[in-house]
Every structure is written in C-alpha cells, then in structure tokens.
C-alpha cells in the first residue's frame, strides 16, 4: 500500500480541498485521511505540495503514425507525465488520419506497450479530413474514440457538419471543431492587426474565428447536439459561446494557456516559435479568454500541444509550421490564473480533471475512493528556467525558453504506480 502523506488533497469532482493523506492498494485510491491506522509500504511526503487527479489535456497532436520524428507516442506519454498528464487525447491529423477502426486500435496498443500514460484517440469527422464523407463515427466509438474532430482542419462544409452533428447527437458523441473561415484566413501567419502590417505579414483576422462559430452553434441548436471549440481565441467567440450556453445550448469550448499568457507581441522579431492556428491575439481578446474561464463560458483548460522538427520552425515566419508544444508547460502557466485571483485552485483544476473527464465520458480526473490512482503532485511554488534542451517531447518549439516558470510536478502516478518522480521517468 502507497502512502501520499501530508498533501493538500484537491479534488474538484468531489469538492475536497483539504490536507490529509491519500491511500493507494492494488492501483486505486483506497481511502483519504489521517491515522487510519494502516500499514503503508511506500511512503511520499507531500508535505506543502497540492495532491490532485492526474491532469487530463484534451487537446493533443501526437503524429504518430506518419510524423514520428516530430512526436511519437511514447515520447508525447514521457512529457505528459513530466507535466503531471495522464490522459492524453490524441488528435486525427495524422498519417493515415484516424478516421478508421484499425488506426484507434494502434494507438490504442502502442499506449499500452509504452505504459506511461493513457491515450484517448479523437476520430476524424470526415474521410481524410477533407470536409467531404462523414467517417463511421460509431464503429471508431466502438474501437476507443472518445470524440470527433477534423482538428488540424476545420469542418468547412456546412451540409457535413450538419450531417456530422445530427448523427453524433444520436449517440451523445462530442463534435469538437476547429473553428477557422479559411476564406478569410488562407495565407495568415499571425492575427491581422496593427502587428502583422507593421511585420509585414499576411494576417489572420478574428472574424474567420467568430464566423464559424457563429455558423456552427446554429446547426448544433438544430441537431440537439454536443458541439466543443477547440482552442478558443477571440473575445467575439467567446461571447458567442457564452450566448449559446445561457440560452441552454449544448456547447462547450476549451483555452490553451498560450491565448491567456501571450499576445500577437510575441511574434515581433518574426518569432516562429510564436506561430499556431489560431494565432495569438490582442489584449483585448487575451483578456475575454480569461473572463470566460472566470465566469465559467470557458470550461476546460487544453494544451493544443503541437510538436514541429526544428526545420519546420527556422524557415522564416511564412514558411513556418503552426504550433507549440505544451504539455510540460501546462502546469504553471494555468497557475498564474490562480497565482491573479482569475480561478480557485479547485476551479483551476476542474478545468483540466473532472470538467474534460465530463465532456469525454472518461472514467478518471476524480480522487474518489475506488477511482483508478492516477495522480499529480506538483509543488506550486518551486520556480525553474524552462529550457528547451531538456523537454522530454521530441519537438522543442516553445515561446517560453530561457523563461522562470513557477510550480512543477514532483510525482506523476498512473493506476497508482509511479511514473515520474522529481525529473525522472519511472517506465
């Protein structure tokens, strides 16, 4: 039996937010508190640590198969867990997409073999992520997809989306859409504003965000269905959201912590490491992200972890790929939203624990007796110079380094054994 001793326990799910100890046996929590007189044969001294579900990122670009020298999954499993992650789903946009049965099971499998983390494929929407042939969403349900998406692509195609949100609401699937007009996007590089004329740069304007958006929450309201925006960025969409949800509607959407801790002013320098789809915005937008993980329109915090070769990123801004890496940097960035006043610890961790385990249908992000142990323990004052050198993801593509990060994961455990301890992975 497992000891964590001492730890500030917080577990959302079920409103706990107190120090005490956590108990482990056979893989799963076994009970929570102090003097239970029972013999322990491993113990970790939480002492002034947070003890909490092992985080889930809902958002998560693995490339494997088709792009293993950008990501593979037992390298995108070791920075999940050195970020304190133990679920992970794994976007369709790989090579061949997911968008077949046999596809989910490999990944399936290989997770399995690696054993560090647990891997949750999202389905692709359409055949080939062409916007065009709806996949068979229900035999992809039955083989381990926990949603659907064309992430990496939107759904363009009004008629399909329709068709994908009416059939999905059938069977209570979750359609998560990467919201982008490509009319109005096609050639950006960064948001379209005063910096990308003053760069000189092909910008991406805010309304090929709100208009899709826009067109999508209307089809959802027809279709009675459940309908997620991946990685949200504008102040207009975030109020669309917000209008839909008081109105009753089935719609849900997720932040990155790079559209609440950055602007388009990290791209000045033609910074590269600063391109991703959607591209950071203004203040004004930045700050409408936060407000809507403070009243609640935002529920779910998620990485949008985007690993790129170093060739992908040093070809100029134009040329360069969209996307960074985020999963061990999830942890502290969401802090500062707490270390502000912005959320409580417990609503912090809701957004990346029990709140993405509601949406998906997990059986996990809950410390309930009986729940499986998967486990976080972070210290959230330990402050540490981000280096990209040392990321356990392939892809080295952050803004943030040479950066003081504050808080850090002292253990990662999966069904209660440990997988990750002060740096180290335990495979």
Partial sequence: MLLIKNGRVVDP???????????????????????LH?????????????????????????????????EDIESGSRAAVAGGVTSICCMPNTGPHIDHAGIARQIIERSRQVGLCHVHPIGAVSKNLEGKTLTEMRELSRHGCVAFSDDGMPIW????????????????????????????????AMNEGWISTQLGVTGMPSEGEDSMIARDIMLAKRADARYHVAHISTEGGVELVRQARAKGLKVTTEAAPHHFALTEE?????????????????EADRLA????????????????????????KQCGLSCAAFGIVGLETLLPLALELERSGVLTLSALIATMTCNPARLLKLNSGTLSVGAEA???????????????NKLFSKGKNTPWHGKTM????????????VVFSHGVLHA
């Avoid at 013999?39 to 970790?44: P, R, S």
């Avoid at 359609?175 to 050639?187: F, P, R, S, V, Y």
């Avoid at 972890?305 to 992908?312: E, I, M, R």
Wanted: charged share 25%.
């Fill in 374 to 388: 998967d486990i976080c323990i972070f210290d959230p004052k330990e402050t540490w110079l981000l280096d990209r």
């Fill in 38 to 70: 029972k013999q322990a044969d491993q113990v970790i001294d939480a002492s002034g640590f947070i003890v909490c579900p092992g985080l889930i990122d809902m958002h998560v670009h693995l490339r494997e198969p088709g792009e293993e020298w950008k």
């Fill in 406 to 417: 504050t808080g850090r994961v002292t253990h990662t455990l999966k069904a209660g054994a």
């Fill in 157 to 188: 195609h009004a008629g399909v989306m329709r068709k994908a949100l009416e059939y999905a609401a059938s069977f209570d699937f979750l359609i998560i859409q990467h919201a982008e007009e490509q009319m109005l996007t096609k050639g950006g």
């Fill in 266 to 282: 990290a791209v000045l320098g033609y910074n590269a490491d600063a391109k991703m789809s959607p591209p950071l915005r203004t």
């Fill in 289 to 312: 992200v936060i407000n809507g993980l403070r009243d609640g329109t935002i529920e779910v915090i998620a990485t949008d972890h985007a690993p790129h070769h170093d060739d992908d």
């Fill in 13 to 35: 799910a079920n409103d706990l937010d107190l120090i005490t100890d956590l108990w482990v046996a056979d893989g799963h929590i076994a009970a929570l508190g102090a003097d």
